[in-house]
């Protein structure tokens, strides 16, 4: 895509051309004390709210005073199945099956769950693999199981890293390691797109590699799900979990979402932890019967749900269901290309992008590392209305979401960054 353009005319063009313009409407665009909006880049960390999660939300607000208990079975959707009403959408964000999804818990929890039944250590197969920049939630999550299971958390944690003097990871390392010890690992447990870098990950090819040398594979795609064409069914990967806060616009906190492979569906002599909500929905009520394993990732639950945030939820996917995750991607990779082309105009020896430059290999977010930077730069951008995440040495993340995002953001961020490094 090199026909991009300088200049504002060319931005204001684009988003006039744009056919997802319209959905920028349909969300809060936080505003400066002047009353102009920001220029919002942190999507990856906090999506915007939809204009219609209020509505939403206050239906089941309504349901619960006008309905009480009864709103389980006579809500406008009904609370006791409510979660089933996400399933479907939320499987198309993802690239799964219905059977393999649910909606439950929030992610690190989600993530624990999932290594219950999929973290069987012995004595000498107990590792975990996982990619050195991982977030740092997954990582205590690891550390501990590992504790959990009587290992020390050091010596049963592998480390896929990156080269000397290189931020990206390499399959070729990857097959290195589990040549040598792939007979140790246990598990391998990799961010689908690595949140420092932005690196978006073959899953398929990594589950395949990981399945070759025996051990389970799962993913944290908390920066994938509505990001990236993740295909979750056809990785083959065991299990996923994602946050629905990030590009799934659901609010601070919200659920998060879990995916088991189909051939798990009817195990049950999988470990797990269960609850009331993990048995069969047709005698649950009855109270006193024997344990009766639902089928599928639903029988992973625990507890009856906040339907409140599952409202929020609701709102964001029938969103995502109009549009696909196809069609976002595809305005991706043209806005973020937009924003790799400014950001290649500025000077190369102080400013470089960490993200990988195949737009397949990338979701919408920029990771740039800026020479002698520290966090003033940060400041000084959202002092000018620009709002962007900051990572301790020297990088600056910017994530602009097909959904909300324009084309005039992308302008407006790189020239304030420009002014700031002239200064
Ligand atoms: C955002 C994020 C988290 C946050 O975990 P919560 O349990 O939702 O607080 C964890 N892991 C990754 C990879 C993330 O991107």
């Not at 906040?306 to 409202?311: F, V």
């Not at 973020?336 to 190369?348: A, M, R, V």
Request: net charge negative; glycine share 8%; with cysteine.
């Amino acid at each position: 895509m090199s026909d991009y353009k300088l200049g504002l005319e060319y931005a204001l063009e684009q988003d006039q051309n744009d056919e997802l313009k319209s959905y920028r409407n349909q969300f809060h665009i936080p505003k400066d004390k002047y009353g102009n909006e920001w220029v919002y880049m942190t999507g990856n960390s906090l999506g915007l709210q939809p204009k219609q999660t209020k509505t939403y939300i206050n239906q089941e607000l309504e349901d619960w005073a006008n309905l009480g208990v009864e709103g389980h079975t006579e809500g406008k959707t009904p609370w006791l199945p409510y979660h089933e009403s996400l399933t479907e959408s939320m499987a198309k964000v993802v690239g799964a099956k219905p059977i393999e999804v649910v909606v439950m818990n929030t992610l690190t929890a989600n993530l624990h769950f999932m290594m219950v039944s999929f973290y069987k250590p012995t004595k000498s197969r107990y590792k975990i693999l996982v990619e050195s920049d991982i977030f740092p939630s997954d990582k205590y999550a690891v550390e501990s199981q590992l504790r959990h299971h009587g290992f020390d958390d050091k010596e049963g944690l592998v480390l896929w890293k990156p080269r000397k003097n290189e931020k990206l990871l390499k399959y070729e390392d990857l097959e290195h390691i589990l040549e040598d010890i792939g007979d140790e690992i246990a598990l391998i447990m990799i961010g689908g797109v690595n949140y420092y870098t932005g690196q978006f990950f073959d899953l398929k090819r990594i589950t395949k590699l990981g399945h070759n040398y025996g051990c389970k594979v799962g993913f944290d795609c908390a920066h994938g799900a509505g990001n990236v064409i993740l295909n979750l069914h056809d990785s083959g990967a065991d299990f996923a979990v994602w946050c629905t806060y990030k590009y799934l616009n659901s609010g601070p906190g919200s659920l998060a979402g879990c995916f088991v492979h189909e051939r798990y569906a009817n195990r049950n002599d999988l470990n797990r932890f269960t609850g009331w909500w993990s048995h069969n929905k047709e005698t649950r009520f009855n109270m006193r019967e024997e344990f009766d394993q639902l089928p599928g990732a639903e029988g992973w639950q625990l507890s009856n749900p906040p339907i409140l945030s599952m409202g929020a939820i609701k709102a964001s996917l029938d969103m995502f269901q109009k549009i696909s995750i196809e069609k976002l991607f595809k305005k991706t990779k043209k806005l973020t290309g937009y924003f790799e082309f400014l950001i290649n105009q500025l000077k190369e020896d102080t400013i470089h992008i960490i993200t990988p430059k195949n737009p397949n290999e990338r979701g919408c977010q920029l990771s740039i590392q800026v020479k002698n930077a520290d966090k003033t730069l940060h400041n000084k951008l959202t002092e000018a209305g620009v709002i962007s995440d900051w990572r301790e040495p020297d990088v600056i993340r910017c994530a602009p979401v097909p959904l909300y995002n324009s084309f005039e953001d992308v302008y407006r961020l790189v020239e304030n960054l420009k002014a700031i490094l002239n200064e």
